[in-house]
Structures are given as structure tokens and as C-alpha cells.
Antibody, heavy 123, light 113 residues
């Protein structure tokens, strides 16, 4: 059974930083791209970032480019999202999501989602 | 248009059939790129419902079906059940987006009366 367990969410002040982690199990982790998708309270889904299976290619939404960094460890089966210069617009539930192809930028869908990690940005 | 448009809400009674639309443009659904659908039960993370327009993952009841036509896609639920009350999101690829190309619809809240 595929499992994606996020951790690291919490309350952070505007301008602050936070690191989200996702521990994956139940599939050949190093074979698939991994992504982060967020959902602001009461809002829709927004793709945030993706990383290729090898970790050699990363992609970011324009709204987080330069502030967020995605990385993965194919030995520990984890993917992380380092977030900095956070603003109220970054407050959301962040989902760790599994892609169905190795490439981060390909036209594909997401077959497994974590339960999400809440990030709150407030003074 | 680079975004996908869904109705904010739909409703139906148990046993009825409902359809949720997802309207795009020539750079996504109409290109054509595949459409995928996700179900989000209250308080939960999304789950994959339909992929590549019409395919149901293992475990998804055949009451759920997808279709596309031109620049639009539809999710149809037949024999509506109370447990179907959830939010539904469509997703596709858009070739005008410079990063991943991933584009989601705004979501549709389904109420089972």
C-alpha cells in the first residue's frame, strides 16, 4: 500500500522559513517524480513544485520560484520542501503527491496523495 | 484560456445522475491533453478518481465515468450515493504554463440532498 506521510507544518511568522518533509513507502520511490500541491483554506488546488525521479530536474510555480526549494533522498525515500520568505498567501495545506512518470514537467497525473500538512503564516 | 473552469456546486438526490463540467481551452483540454479527476472527501486529501479522460483506478466504482469533447470534459456520477458528497477537481496539462504545465479546475462541491 502506497503511503505518503507529511510532516513539518506549523505556524510561522511572515518572512519566516519552514521545511516540509514527506516519507514515502509502498512503491519504488526512485522511479517516480514527486510533487507538492497546496490548498489554501476553502480554495482549490495549486501545484507548487515537482522533482524528477533522479532528483536532477526541479520545477516551481511562478509564485514560489526563488523562495521554495524541493529536494529528495532516494535512499531514505523522502521528499522535502524548504520554504522561505513566507507570506500570508503561502498559508495552506501542503500535500505530498506521487506522479506517474519519472519526469517532473511531463503531462501526467497524480495517483497518490498524502493527508496534508498545514502551514499557517501569521504574526 | 489557460485555466479550467468548473461550476462551484452541484447537487442531486440519492439514485440520481449528476454531471460536473470542466471547461478549458485550446492550450489544455482542446490541444488535446488528457483530463484527470480527483475526489476530496471532507477533511481528507484528494484521491484519484479518473485518469486519462475515462480510466478508473482499481477500487473506483463504475458509477463514476469521465468523458471529453472539444475543450471540455465531464465527470458523471450515476446512482448517486450519500458517500459521494465531496469536492471534485479536474486537472489537465497546459502548454502555455512554463513550469510543470499542471492546471487544476477550481473544484465543484457536490451535495447529496
Amino acid at each position: 500500500e502506497v503511503q505518503l506521510l507529511e510532516s513539518g507544518g506549523g505556524l510561522v511568522k511572515p518572512g519566516g522559513s519552514l521545511r516540509l518533509s514527506c516519507s514515502a513507502s509502498g512503491f519504488n520511490f526512485r522511479t517516480y517524480a514527486m510533487h507538492w500541491v497546496r490548498q489554501a483554506p476553502g480554495k482549490g488546488l495549486q501545484w507548487v513544485s515537482g522533482i524528477s525521479a533522479s532528483g536532477g530536474n526541479t520545477k516551481y510555480a511562478e509564485s514560489v520560484e526563488g523562495r521554495f526549494t524541493i529536494s529528495r533522498d532516494n535512499f531514505m525515500n523522502t521528499v522535502s520542501l524548504e520554504m522561505s520568505s513566507l507570506t500570508a498567501e503561502d498559508a495552506a495545506v501542503y500535500y505530498c503527491v506521487k506522479g506517474v512518470v519519472p519526469a517532473a514537467g511531463a503531462a501526467n497525473w497524480f495517483d497518490h496523495w498524502g493527508q496534508g500538512s498545514l502551514v499557517t503564516v501569521s504574526a | 484560456q489557460s485555466g479550467l473552469t468548473q461550476p462551484p456546486s452541484v447537487s442531486g438526490s440519492p439514485g440520481q445522475t449528476i454531471t460536473i463540467s470542466c471547461t478549458g481551452g485550446s492550450s489544455n483540454i482542446g490541444a488535446p491533453y488528457d483530463v484527470h479527476w480527483y475526489q476530496q472527501l471532507p477533511g481528507k486529501g484528494p484521491t484519484l478518481l479518473i485518469h486519462e479522460n475515462v480510466n478508473r483506478p482499481s477500487g473506483v466504482p463504475d458509477r463514476f465515468s469521465g468523458s471529453t469533447s472539444g475543450t471540455s470534459a465531464s465527470l458523471t456520477i450515476t446512482g448517486l450515493q450519500a458517500e459521494d458528497e465531496a469536492h471534485y477537481f479536474c486537472q489537465s496539462y497546459d502548454n502555455t504554463l512554463t513550469a510543470s504545465g499542471v492546471v487544476f479546475g477550481g473544484g465543484t462541491a457536490l451535495t447529496v440532498l
